[in-house]
Structure formats: structure tokens, C-alpha cells
């Protein structure tokens, strides 16, 4: 086994499948907003995947807000409501029993934009540019 209970060759289809009804429930949950947390109230909060343990009893959500800004503050608040949220999702999502809600800061965006930042750089792009070709171009046969 892999580390977090995953399997080496990764989520089985059952988990995936999980995970998307579930990611698309917190979704709803979010866009709904009837939170009592004031942190909660007006975020904008994006949850890009669901991960479901293989015995289904753990989610972990990626999350992220509108701009990448206050973060940590929003899966501080989600973690808070967690127990609301599992109760919300379990009436959404037909599964024999609620999984326990964890959150995480998404931090894929960050690092696509820093990858996407290092190729824009003229030194890197000098080095993963094709090398001009020397070859003449080939001529193309005259239609009769």
C-alpha cells in the first residue's frame, strides 16, 4: 500500500467515481451558503477535487478561494463546519454512511502558474526551444 491508504496503481474507479458525487455536493453545499461562520458567508471558495479513502469513510477536498487570497482562513472555516457539511452531503449523496470531511489548501494552481512562469523566463525558453533546422525546405511537386 501506498502512503494515505491509496493503492500503488492508484484510486480505484469506485473512488473516483465517489469522489466526483461528492465534490459536486460540497459544491452545491458551498454555493448554497447557509453558514453561520462569517469566514464562510461571503467566500468564494472553489473545490477543484474530492479524494475518498477506499473504505469510503474519509474526504479530502482541495480547495481554493478567488484569487488564491485568504486560503488558510477558508479551510480553517470549512474545517469548523465540517460537522454541518457532513450532514448536508449525507442527504445528498446516497452512500451507507457520511465520510469524515478533511480540508486542503489547493495548491496545484500556484504551482502551474510558477511552471508557467519559469517557461516565459528568455533563459529557460532559450533552452527548451527546438533548434533551428539547417535543412532546406522541401519543394513541392507542380500540379500538372
Known amino acids: 500500500m501506498a502512503r494515505g491508504g491509496e493503492h500503488p496503481e492508484g484510486p480505484s474507479q469506485r473512488q473516483l467515481r465517489v469522489g466526483e458525487a461528492l465534490r459536486r455536493a460540497l459544491t452545491e453545499v458551498l454555493t448554497e451558503g447557509h453558514f453561520r461562520d462569517p469566514d464562510l458567508q461571503d467566500a468564494l471558495i472553489t473545490v477543484s477535487e474530492v479524494r475518498a479513502t477506499p473504505d469510503l469513510k474519509h474526504a479530502t477536498a482541495f480547495v481554493t478561494t478567488l484569487g488564491g487570497e485568504g486560503v488558510d482562513t477558508a479551510v480553517a472555516a470549512l474545517t469548523r463546519a ?9 442527504r445528498r449523496v446516497d452512500l451507507r454512511a ?9 495548491t496545484a494552481f500556484d504551482y502551474a502558474s ?12 532559450m533552452d527548451v526551444a ?9 519543394r513541392r511537386a507542380k500540379k500538372k
Open 114 to 125: 510558477k511552471i508557467d512562469r519559469a517557461f516565459r523566463d528568455p533563459k529557460v525558453a
Open 82 to 90: 465540517r460537522a454541518y457539511i457532513r450532514g448536508e452531503i449525507a
Open 130 to 138: 527546438p533548434p533551428p533546422s539547417k535543412a532546406k525546405p522541401k
Open 98 to 106: 457520511a465520510p469524515e470531511w478533511h480540508f486542503r489548501a489547493d
